[in-house]
């Protein structure tokens, strides 16, 4: 009810704050009998991690994941996964500054008002580092997931304005880690990074929208009325830190097309029926159709800017103003890639689950 | 689990086809102690009601609801309120050409694919009918927030790509009644009907924007980090039959902003902490921030048109036409305006009462 | 959270009052393809039905269930079943005596603590009335749960201080019915009987224990560590109006055994693993062991009695007599077999869903 | 959904296996605002740990909590609270013997009947170790309940058929740490003591029942009709490994008693509404009457004993027998008192805040 668990029978509780001892997840409701390890988490944690290029924060963490239960012999057991990443690099004292005066477009003043107390440091719960917990139990749900034929790729289809081409699955899969930016449309991938830079040295930050495209669904997945497959995928990606927006399929762009434009029609094809367009982007009814589910993101730009911006101060209830120091992402999508694959996971996982196409007893036979 | 309910403390559950006895809700979580009559809920399910104009279906739907249980003397007992609506216009005989010939951007073939079996007769479960269940339960759900200073408007925002003028949220509560196209802006809502009258003539249909403003929401509601308020929201909306996708404050927008023009500045103003923009859309890090909620959802054509499509035979396995009959609404943001207000109310009474600003006990003395 | 809701994939909402104009229960979760119709649900409504015999009240209803949705051509669609029966005969006026006097046993007290409002018409809520919309949802479950050779068993194991002799599973479900108290041992139930009838005479009352028995649950079925099988009897039982205590396999017994006694020791039979004795009541750990589950419960004596009792005057707050009018059970045990059956009946049919043991997509091929 | 969440509004997400790497717990939905501190969790651990005297094993457990998040300044924030032990002490070799011979009492043969997969090592997760999440968020339920005035004793009614005289909650508090079976009546505890010591020596162990009383609950707290406070107290106390029966108030003996006994008469004392007896145990109709709770749980022996026992070999399907070798507690409910205790904190904490006692937003002012 508190609201820091997701899914109903995939099931993950993130907890941690930016600055405390550590962040993690516990993970209810694998299946026994899935082999995994350390290096399947670590590579998905190792994606979101900041510092790896001039589009993201300088900040140096390990990010090793400690799994601490659930797993017998390298293979799942049924019980619960808890998994961990110690916080390292924890500089608190950056953050005095900003404990009164609550940064615009961030969540200091709304936690404040919901709490009355918060652990202001990095943000605390608020910052995004509490998606490490995500990712790990959505590599967890990936991995599930793969053993089932269905395999998820992510990318930044726009940046700062500027949009890639349409590629394939594969191409995306191919190209999209080559790229800081993780647009697997290179060329654009280009302009993007020199947009990302020029409004860094300003001072400025820029938002994006970040895809997801799912292949290998079946179709029937999903629980009318209100757990539809979209529903939760929009809960799933609306909650990650920054996203103001989600759509499936033609999304938006449905609401100024016609129904002969829009319907996708049925066809038989090599004795299965299919569809012959994906405006639904994969869904009809909150149902899987089979198709590829493509949905999403659209991401406001980093609100942790160096220019000055207004806002007041909590204790004297005066206007102040603020800029913000220490290197922070001048845009999000790129490292939000992963946290979105492990949202798009975690609730395939659960309806696969739920519609009875994984059974929640066991893996093995 | 199977997903026909809404809602963690503020709860209900929908059931009913299109075709079959009644639809109907159980509300579980009403506090006690709210005056209330079924008249107030019978005002909402008139805005549903179809057959009031060109822009809907002329189906003759009495749709009485009649309230069976949790209320006393006039005044919710905190008991569940069960609340139903006869189904008394159904000639289901009209549906047997649908039977086996899935229509396309309909839920006829996932539901197949989910449960091997399904009430075909009006689209059954997956009928926008379902829908009466929703408003009766955000009926309660209004007029419990409406104790707490808390007023919602919703308008289609646009249509066939034609797009409203902005106007205040008094303006909109005042004019969207006055046009079956629920506009508030009366040029811009003359336009759209002029389209719309159009393509049903066409035998084709269109879509459109809903959008739905909260006004007296107070700061600090939500749940981070996964039961954000606007992903709750997203989910609510997303869970409407024909939504494609969801947004809040800038929201797609966003995704071309930078940051110094995203970020909403915080000010004092009569000694209160506020923001002097609302790119928000009144949620920050999923928490209200006291301004206004503004969230819009994208609505697809109505896939019912007249004009031939292309389908599959089920039983035949092969390729078929289908030209749907009977009157079916060309556009379906206006009467999905109610709806989405309900399930805006829905979510907000819910985390009203999770955030703890509507006691659970009792609302009397 | 208002706890009208029971179950986590197998998930019934039950709603109404004693006096109100009906009772009524949804099913959310039952897979499609279970073919069904009113007269299995009327069975076991029949069972719960009063006005059976001397020591049921003689309250006249007709109780017939309607079925208003999730049924097409009489099979589950895997919708929402909601089914209803009409209260028909309410004598509202004879229950002014108690408006202002909470009889002593009941729930009238509590429930002004915590709704500071009741319908006080026949208990209103916490009316046994209320139990018919269990009895509607169970009987669904135990269709469900035949269809994978699970049976259920409930008698009366003791009334009044009168315990029956040991019998068969078989002669249970032989005999239980031919006798009003429900004791399959027909000599002990020619002893209840009397001393139910000297005690009703006497204007007083007698509790009893209720057993309930299952054939057929596999192996495996049950989620350790908090949603055992035997916890969620537990609550299941304990749910139920007048039940002050549960207690499975040896029970209470199980307090004063010595390991070496009350461990079952594992055998081979017939190539199976099995138990050699049944301490356990089928559930080690939370979860079945596939022998039969046991499980019983302690009823308290009906609190409606003619003796004069003291009690308070809420609107005076001065002490008060209180003597309850009109028939009522001397004894509740008989009639809550078939309640108790329902409950269990619907933690199984959870828990055959929640372990894989009955997919939840579709029954049909 | 796979049963390690307990709780709506205080939950716990408890992990960890007996012996993996620690043992540990999510606490989501404790309000902002609460002091606490290692100190006091660990006071609590202390109670449950090992090793404290001949009536408990001597495996030598340190058990220090670590805090890991949701707590800034030594004040709660409202976010979740992580909290582990280390498993320090883990002889895994010794557990070979037992891999393949299921120990008659334990769960290892429904564990493996239900995942296929087990870690055998001390029990795994369905080792009593599982049980310091339980009583480290328990602790944290137990501060906060504090804080509104309830108190929870718990304590030894009886061992090996030895049964404590009555005692006041004041005498329970005062001498229930004063011998090690934690009976409060010292005379029948030093008798419990003899004949657990005895029992030991024959390579036995003994059964007994656990009591728990709660002062100062407000009249008013329980959802029915599901929710009850005495069904989720059930469910609670029956989620302990080990516990066969639960009862509140007249429990079992109810079902030997008239109304006329039973029921609890309602009078005014000092202008407030009481009853001047207790055989409800402080529940109604599910709802709190505000007298004290008092609910006992039946406690199986322990199922380690030495003495030799039947059981199967897994692997080669054929009969076998075992002999539990290693310090095993001869009985449990000295070691569960604390467990118990925890239990009923969470469901009281949890209806608290479900109820509106508290108010989940935040403690501060």
Redesign the interface.
């Known amino acids: 009810?508190?609201?820091?668990?997701?899914g109903?029978?995939f099931?993950i509780?993130?907890?941690?704050?930016s600055h405390?001892?550590?962040?993690?997840v516990?993970v209810?409701?694998l299946p026994?009998?899935l082999p995994f390890s350390e290096s399947e988490i670590q590579k998905e944690l190792d994606r979101r991690r900041p510092g790896q290029s001039d589009v993201s924060t300088a900040r140096n963490e390990a990010d090793r994941v400690?799994?601490?239960?659930?797993i017998?012999e390298g293979?799942s057991?049924?019980?619960?996964?808890?998994m961990?990443v110690w916080n390292s690099d924890a500089q608190s004292s950056s953050y005095d500054a900003i404990k009164n005066t609550?940064r615009?477009?961030?969540?200091d003043?709304?936690?404040m008002?919901?709490?009355?107390?918060?652990?202001h440091r990095g943000g605390?719960?608020?910052s995004a580092r509490?998606t490490a917990g995500r990712v790990a139990g959505g590599a967890l749900a990936k991995l599930l997931l793969s053993r089932f034929g269905i395999r998820i790729a992510g990318h930044v289809l726009?940046l700062?304005?500027i949009r890639a081409n349409p590629l394939s699955f594969e191409e995306i899969l191919e190209n999209v880690e080559k790229t800081p930016v993780r647009c697997a449309d290179l060329a654009a991938a280009e302009k993007m990074l020199e947009k990302v830079t020029a409004?860094r040295q300003e001072g400025?930050?820029?938002?994006?929208?970040v895809e997801i495209i799912v292949k290998g669904v079946p179709?029937?997945?999903?629980?009318?009325?209100?757990?539809?497959l979209?529903?939760?995928?929009?809960?799933?990606l609306?909650?990650i830190?920054a996203v103001?927006?989600?759509?499936?399929?033609?999304?938006?762009e449905?609401?100024?097309?016609?129904?002969?434009?829009?319907?996708?029609?049925?066809?038989?094809e090599d004795?299965e029926?299919t569809?012959?367009g994906n405006?639904?982007?994969g869904?009809?009814?909150?149902?899987?159709?089979?198709l590829d589910i493509v949905c999403r993101a659209?991401?406001?730009?980093?609100?942790?800017?160096s220019?000055l911006?207004?806002?007041?101060d909590?204790t004297t209830?005066?206007?102040a103003e603020i800029s913000i120091k220490g290197r922070h992402d001048p845009t999000i999508p790129p490292r939000m890639v992963p946290v979105a694959e492990a949202m798009v996971a975690l609730v395939l996982a659960d309806h696969m689950l739920?519609?009875?196409?994984i059974?929640?007893?066991?893996l093995?036979e």
């Open positions: 009810m508190a609201g820091n668990i997701f109903q029978m099931r509780t993130t907890w941690g704050e405390g001892r550590a962040v993690g516990v209810d409701g026994a009998g400690e799994i601490l239960s659930g017998f293979i057991t049924g019980t619960p996964i808890s961990l609550p615009p477009g961030h969540a003043f709304t936690y008002a919901r709490y009355g107390i918060r652990d605390g719960r608020s509490e726009e700062g304005g409004l400025d930050s820029i938002g994006g929208i179709a029937g997945l999903g629980e009318p009325v209100f757990d539809r979209d529903a939760d995928l929009a809960k799933a609306m909650s830190p103001k927006g989600f759509e499936i399929g033609a999304g938006f449905a609401a100024r097309m016609r129904g002969s434009e829009m319907n996708d029609p049925f066809r038989i004795g029926i569809c012959t405006n639904a982007g869904v009809l009814g909150g149902i899987s159709t089979g659209a991401v406001k730009p980093t609100p942790s800017i220019k911006q207004q806002t007041v909590l209830r005066e206007n739920r519609s009875g196409f059974n929640p007893g066991t093995l």
